[in-house]
């Protein structure tokens, strides 16, 4: 398996509750982030977290670093139906300038 | 406002056409990035360069090249076009440096190779 992986491949909630999606890689990592991507459109970013850091905060996102367990989490508090989209984390490798994407996880939020 | 261009949205082409991405960002970024997006495959790096006329062969490189001669421009040049290479195909930016984070993605060219 490549290194960002991210759990479930697909998720289906009803609008107000909230989403778990997670990640797991494999090698050393800078920093973890995390995309999201509207059906055909380019990536966005979301939230960023450095090796050294274990939780951040951004608006209704909360993401988690476990560097022991090589895992990370994203939680959507209180999910919209604009939240449908594709999430994607992407890892670094210490030392290159490649990021590694994951295969994502297809949440869609039900009004 | 950043932002990262790509020159067209939908492309069709023949196979053993010579196809040209142009990625065009506004951000006076070093590192630019193209990847491809298949089905059950996600993001795979092509092709990055961390400099002007600087390159570096990504994961799947083979049937593809690139061309950086100014800073803010990277194409992606697929040299005999395949039809294994219809994909989607994402370009990105990012500042210098090693680890430096975020990446500010363009809207895609969706190619299909005939």
């Known amino acids: 398996s490549q290194q960002g992986e991210e759990d479930p491949q697909a998720l289906s909630i009803q609008e107000g509750e909230n989403a778990t999606m997670n990640c797991s890689y494999k090698t050393s990592i800078n920093n973890l982030q995390w995309y999201r991507q509207n059906s055909g459109r380019g990536l966005v970013h979301l939230i960023l977290?450095?090796?050294?850091?274990r939780e951040k905060h951004s608006g209704r996102l909360r993401v988690t670093l476990d560097t022991s367990k090589k895992s990370s989490s994203l939680l959507i508090t209180a999910s919209r139906a604009a939240d449908t989209a594709s999430y994607f984390c992407?890892?670094?490798?210490?030392?290159?300038?490649?990021?590694?994407f994951g295969t994502g996880t297809r949440l869609k939020v039900l009004a | 406002d950043v932002k990262v261009t790509q020159s067209s949205r939908y492309l069709v082409k023949r196979t053993g056409e010579k196809v040209f991405l142009e990625c065009v960002q506004d951000m006076d970024h070093e590192n630019m990035f193209w990847y491809r997006q298949d089905p059950g495959l996600g993001l795979r790096l092509i092709y990055f360069?961390?400099?002007?006329?600087?390159?570096e062969k990504g994961d799947i490189p083979e049937g593809y090249s690139v061309s950086r001669e100014k800073k803010e421009r990277f194409s992606l040049i697929l040299e005999s076009a395949s039809t294994n290479q219809t994909s989607m195909y994402l370009c990105?930016?990012?500042?210098?440096?090693?680890?430096?984070?975020?990446?500010?993605f363009g809207p895609g060219t969706r190619l299909l190779v005939l």
């Open positions: 990105a930016s990012s500042l210098p440096g090693l680890g430096q984070g975020t990446q500010y």
């Open positions: 360069s961390y400099d002007v006329k600087m390159k």
């Open positions: 992407a890892t670094d490798s210490t030392g290159t300038y490649k990021y590694i």
């Open positions: 977290i450095r090796s050294n850091e």
